[in-house]
Nanobody, 132 residues
Framework: QVRLVESGGGSVQAGGSLRLSCAAS?????????MAWFRQAPGKEREGVAS????????YYADSVKGRFSTYLDKGMKMVYLQMHSLNAEDTGVYYC????????????????????????WGQGTQVTVSS
Protein backbone atom coordinates (compact mmCIF):
# COMPACT_ATOMS: atom_id res chain seq x y z
CA GLN A 1 0.00 0.00 0.00
CA VAL A 2 1.00 3.62 -0.40
CA ARG A 3 3.14 4.92 2.44
CA LEU A 4 4.60 8.31 3.24
CA VAL A 5 7.55 8.41 5.61
CA GLU A 6 8.98 11.63 7.06
CA SER A 7 12.48 12.02 8.36
CA GLY A 8 14.88 14.76 9.33
CA GLY A 9 13.24 16.07 12.47
CA GLY A 10 15.14 16.73 15.64
CA SER A 11 16.20 19.42 18.06
CA VAL A 12 17.73 22.65 16.89
CA GLN A 13 18.60 25.99 18.43
CA ALA A 14 16.62 29.07 17.53
CA GLY A 15 17.92 30.54 14.31
CA GLY A 16 19.01 27.17 13.02
CA SER A 17 17.92 25.12 10.05
CA LEU A 18 16.50 21.70 9.35
CA ARG A 19 15.50 19.87 6.23
CA LEU A 20 12.63 17.44 6.43
CA SER A 21 12.21 14.68 3.88
CA CYS A 22 9.14 12.74 2.90
CA ALA A 23 9.51 9.57 0.89
CA ALA A 24 6.61 7.98 -0.93
CA SER A 25 6.57 4.25 -1.46
CA UNK A 26 6.88 2.77 -4.92
CA UNK A 27 3.13 2.19 -4.98
CA UNK A 28 2.63 5.94 -5.24
CA UNK A 29 1.99 6.19 -8.98
CA UNK A 30 -0.26 9.21 -9.30
CA UNK A 31 0.37 11.77 -12.00
CA UNK A 32 -1.55 14.65 -10.44
CA UNK A 33 -1.34 15.42 -6.76
CA UNK A 34 -0.69 18.02 -4.13
CA MET A 35 1.99 17.39 -1.55
CA ALA A 36 1.65 19.43 1.58
CA TRP A 37 3.28 19.83 4.94
CA PHE A 38 1.27 20.20 8.12
CA ARG A 39 2.38 20.69 11.67
CA GLN A 40 0.78 20.33 15.06
CA ALA A 41 1.98 21.79 18.32
CA PRO A 42 0.83 20.34 21.64
CA GLY A 43 -2.65 21.55 22.47
CA LYS A 44 -3.16 23.14 19.07
CA GLU A 45 -4.92 22.03 15.94
CA ARG A 46 -3.08 20.84 12.89
CA GLU A 47 -2.20 23.61 10.49
CA GLY A 48 -1.01 23.69 6.93
CA VAL A 49 2.52 24.92 6.39
CA ALA A 50 3.45 24.56 2.74
CA SER A 51 2.43 22.84 -0.46
CA UNK A 52 3.84 21.95 -3.85
CA UNK A 53 1.86 20.81 -6.87
CA UNK A 54 2.85 17.96 -9.17
CA UNK A 55 2.02 20.02 -12.26
CA UNK A 56 4.10 22.99 -11.23
CA UNK A 57 3.09 26.53 -10.49
CA UNK A 58 3.48 28.66 -7.42
CA UNK A 59 4.17 27.02 -4.10
CA TYR A 60 2.12 28.24 -1.17
CA TYR A 61 3.20 28.89 2.38
CA ALA A 62 1.55 29.87 5.61
CA ASP A 63 2.23 33.49 6.49
CA SER A 64 4.03 32.39 9.62
CA VAL A 65 6.72 30.58 7.63
CA LYS A 66 6.83 32.59 4.41
CA GLY A 67 10.35 33.59 3.55
CA ARG A 68 11.85 31.07 5.95
CA PHE A 69 10.57 27.72 4.66
CA SER A 70 10.63 26.26 1.19
CA THR A 71 9.26 23.03 -0.18
CA TYR A 72 10.25 21.24 -3.32
CA LEU A 73 9.44 18.01 -5.06
CA ASP A 74 11.56 15.38 -6.73
CA LYS A 75 8.97 13.46 -8.71
CA GLY A 76 11.41 10.96 -10.13
CA MET A 77 12.60 9.95 -6.68
CA LYS A 78 9.13 10.24 -5.12
CA MET A 79 10.48 12.66 -2.54
CA VAL A 80 9.29 15.96 -1.16
CA TYR A 81 11.37 18.21 1.06
CA LEU A 82 10.75 21.00 3.50
CA GLN A 83 13.76 23.25 4.01
CA MET A 84 13.41 25.32 7.15
CA HIS A 85 15.59 28.29 8.06
CA SER A 86 15.58 30.80 10.89
CA LEU A 87 13.65 28.46 13.11
CA ASN A 88 12.06 29.79 16.25
CA ALA A 89 10.18 28.28 19.17
CA GLU A 90 6.85 28.79 17.42
CA ASP A 91 7.96 26.26 14.81
CA THR A 92 8.07 23.47 17.37
CA GLY A 93 5.68 20.63 16.65
CA VAL A 94 5.12 17.38 14.86
CA TYR A 95 5.46 17.81 11.12
CA TYR A 96 3.52 15.66 8.68
CA CYS A 97 3.64 15.30 4.95
CA UNK A 98 0.40 14.51 3.19
CA UNK A 99 -0.83 13.88 -0.33
CA UNK A 100 -4.06 14.90 -2.01
CA UNK A 101 -4.21 12.60 -5.03
CA UNK A 102 -7.57 13.73 -6.39
CA UNK A 103 -7.22 15.06 -9.92
CA UNK A 104 -9.99 17.55 -9.17
CA UNK A 105 -9.14 18.78 -5.69
CA UNK A 106 -5.37 18.48 -5.88
CA UNK A 107 -4.88 21.85 -7.54
CA UNK A 108 -7.19 23.51 -5.05
CA UNK A 109 -5.36 21.90 -2.15
CA UNK A 110 -2.17 23.47 -3.48
CA UNK A 111 -3.51 27.01 -3.37
CA UNK A 112 -3.29 27.27 0.40
CA UNK A 113 -6.62 25.75 1.44
CA UNK A 114 -4.98 22.67 2.97
CA UNK A 115 -8.14 20.99 4.19
CA UNK A 116 -6.96 17.81 5.95
CA UNK A 117 -9.92 15.66 4.78
CA UNK A 118 -8.78 16.14 1.18
CA UNK A 119 -5.45 14.50 1.90
CA UNK A 120 -5.81 10.76 1.67
CA UNK A 121 -2.26 9.83 2.56
CA TRP A 122 -0.31 10.92 5.62
CA GLY A 123 3.08 10.23 7.01
CA GLN A 124 3.69 9.22 10.59
CA GLY A 125 5.07 12.61 11.57
CA THR A 126 8.48 13.78 12.66
CA GLN A 127 9.16 15.90 15.72
CA VAL A 128 10.80 19.30 15.39
CA THR A 129 11.88 21.00 18.59
CA VAL A 130 13.35 24.49 18.53
CA SER A 131 15.10 25.68 21.68
CA SER A 132 15.51 29.35 22.52
Amino acid sequence: QVRLVESGGGSVQAGGSLRLSCAASSEFGYDTYCMAWFRQAPGKEREGVASVYSNGGTNYYADSVKGRFSTYLDKGMKMVYLQMHSLNAEDTGVYYCAADVSWLSGARSCTGTWSPPNFGYWGQGTQVTVSS
